[in-house]
């Protein structure tokens, strides 16, 4: 399995319950197991901690955590977490030392995007202050309708200006009563999947009855595959999620309400199967409806053309760093099983950086739908990640040196407290590049850095058909280069728009059709693109170079 932005959810309803029992969902709470001295077994961050054996609330191990002049996080990201149920979330932590002040900043988690709910608690407005005693947080909250986890996280923070000091922390624990529910009446109804790209949404209708599912898994595999090839699951045995089809199959658990879920990734022109079932509680008590009938779908995935595809499992893969400014740089990085690129400014404190991530060069030759797609996840202040495009980039200089067009506005970016977030399909077509290389550029200064992460990059389209499928409309720019003016010869009326390198429209007017000669006296010189849109609703791109 490869990713993680949809967590596995196991939840439970609480509609006739009946057992209950205690649930700490917490690992290595009381920080006994180190992996080694500054990163406790099962905790997911570990900024600026170490192993303490003097300072200590109970056992041979709590941790310490220094201050630094940014801020320094210590944290665990739980799942199992059941909505509407009641958690009492506690830890231990001393704070004896004027160079250091700690403070709680946990989330509730839903999909793993985070929610607001419990601010005042949860992400105080107050810090720790020196007492020589260990002090004890604890609070006992209900858990969001929606929420399927929790980011328990503390903070550390220099005080005055001062660093290197510490608080120490020790026996975390988030605990709850868990019910445990009978089988679910039904399985869900109108169970479809629909393609798009080398994506298939599934959607649904939710199951009723008396018994209501908490959670169903969701079963994928690769056709030609019979019914029975489908494995039944087991009561007892949760299947974990499996999103990474390259062995031709797949699974995923989803939220009872979502009624959808897509899966991504998939192989270009494959039928793929699915079946859905309905399930109650978690771990050792899940509890899976498989009587009767389940519900199956199946779609077949667009016939599209890969032309660049990374996930960064192996290092930056295919793409390539360029560092302009500064010494931090691009890296790949992990994180709860997913690995992507990873770019930040803070090192101790905020850094003045310029550093790129540049695609290999790709033919875009005789494409008549191109696209490019990614992930995104940023936390921290800062300057916002950009994308560029270039065809006329070597491969291997500064950037800086080379003409880049920005279309950082063609996509959707993540809107922080690191959640990832789809950036869409933003269409290259219109560009008309035969040969280009895309880039993210990332800046900081030294009054802030954003953090940001990347993954799922992928560039893909459809050739254009046989000779007579489709009727291309053509435009003539002349001359081009220009100088005091241009010809804009069409084939008939259209609205034609003036973009520049930044992907500013500059202006837009309706022309006739015919030769149309356009002054260029009042533009500075460089490139820019003429985007011709007809009645028909084509749409054709032509590149100006005013010198």
Known sequence: MKKNYFTL??????????VGMSQQLVQNGDLESWDDANNPTNWDKAENISQEATEIHGGTYAAAHESASGTMDFQQVLEGVVGGQTYTISYYYKDNDAMARGRIWSYWLADGSTLADNEDVLRPSTYSEDNADWQLFTTTLTAPPNADGFRFEVRVYKQDDMT????????????????????PTNYPTVFTATASGVSITLDWTDAIGEQLPGAYLILGEEMPVSRAAFETPVDGTPVNDDLDFSDGSGAANVLFGAETFEFTGLKPGTVYEFIIYSY??????????????????????????????????????????????????WVQDEFGGQTFAKMTGYDGGAFENEDWLISPVMDWTNFDELYFKFISATNYDGPALQLFLSQDYDGSGNPNDFTWLE????????????????????????YEYQTAYLAFKFTSTTDGSATWELDDLMVYGKRINGIGDNIVKVANIYPN?????????????????????NGQMLSQESFKKGPNKVSTTTLSKGIYVLQIKYNDGSVLSKKLIVE
Do not use: C, R
Request: aromatic content about 12%; hydrophobic content about 40%; cysteine-free.
């Open 9 to 18: 959810l196991l939840i439970a309803i609480v509609l006739m319950p009946f």
């Open 164 to 183: 290197g000091g510490h608080v120490y922390y020790d026996d975390f624990s988030f605990n709850g009563d868990q019910t445990v529910h009978p089988e």
């Open 481 to 501: 280069p220009a100088t005091n003016f241009v010809n804009i010869d069409l084939e008939e009326e259209a609205i034609v728009q003036l973009i520049n390198i």
């Open 407 to 430: 279309i950082t506005a063609d996509y959707t970016w993540s809107d922080g407290s690191w959640n990832w977030v789809a950036s869409g399909d933003g269409d290259l077509v219109l």
């Open 280 to 329: 109650t509680n978690t771990g050792s008590d899940i509890d899976y409806k498989t009587d009767g009938e389940a519900p199956s779908a199946n779609a077949t995935t667009d016939a599209i053309i890969i032309v660049n595809e990374e996930n960064f499992d192996n290092g930056l893969g295919t793409w390539t760093p360029y560092s302009v400014i500064g010494d931090q740089e």
